[in-house]
């Protein structure tokens, strides 16, 4: 819970402002993350970035299996990536970071602590998912995740709105439908 609404905190952070200095990559210098620094450009998502559909598809080229979760974030040593965990083929968890401006697989790492909930019991996709929730809360997905809700499987989904707030949707994974907007605050 506390990782979500950091990662939510960060998201909103990212897409409303941007973060200055936060990577070598961005020309940020020593990796301390101090966004005060101003010795490089801001990091924001803009039009032109990868998507969620975009992430998970390079994803599942890299490893074959099923996302259950996919998160915007700004990493110290690579700028701002998709982070994604996929239940592969080979029936191990994967940790795979995508980059944020080319789709481009920075890393896969098996991820044999993972405790998530197997998808193979979700007919919901990740994809399904978030086009269930933009439909219902148009704008930018920045994170997707896969979660056991009072035992029912859900996707909690986070949509930048088009009114600039942060919406948290709960996507049912048996039948798409989606509810708990629980949002539209700029944090």
Request: aromatic share 0%; charged share 40%.
């Given at each position: 819970m506390q990782r979500n609404i950091a990662v939510i905190a960060l998201t909103a952070a990212v897409l409303i402002g941007g973060l200055a200095g936060c990577s070598d990559k961005?020309?940020?210098?020593?990796?301390?993350?101090d966004s005060g620094?101003?010795?490089s450009a801001p990091v924001s998502v803009?039009?032109?970035?990868?998507t969620v559909d975009d992430?998970?598809?390079a994803a599942l080229k890299a490893v074959p299996g099923r996302v259950t979760e996919a998160e915007l974030e700004d990493d110290d040593s690579d700028g701002l990536v998709w982070e994604l965990d996929v239940y592969g083929s080979d029936k191990v968890w994967h940790?795979?970071?995508?980059?944020a401006d080319d789709a481009k697989v920075l890393s896969d790492r098996g991820?044999?602590?993972?405790?998530?909930p197997v998808p193979g019991s979700s007919p919901v996709s990740v994809i399904d998912a978030v086009e269930a929730a933009r439909k219902a809360e148009p704008g930018t997905v920045t994170s997707v995740d896969l979660d056991a809700d009072e035992n029912t499987l859900v996707w909690d989904v986070v949509v930048r709105g088009k009114d600039g707030g942060n919406h948290e949707l709960?996507?049912?994974?048996?039948?798409?439908?989606v509810s708990g907007n629980h949002g539209g605050d700029d944090n």
């Open positions: 961005n020309g940020g210098g020593d990796n301390d993350n620094r101003g010795d803009t039009s032109d970035s990868v992430a998970v598809a940790d795979v970071k995508i980059d991820d044999s602590n993972n405790r998530r709960d996507v049912d994974a048996e039948t798409a439908e």
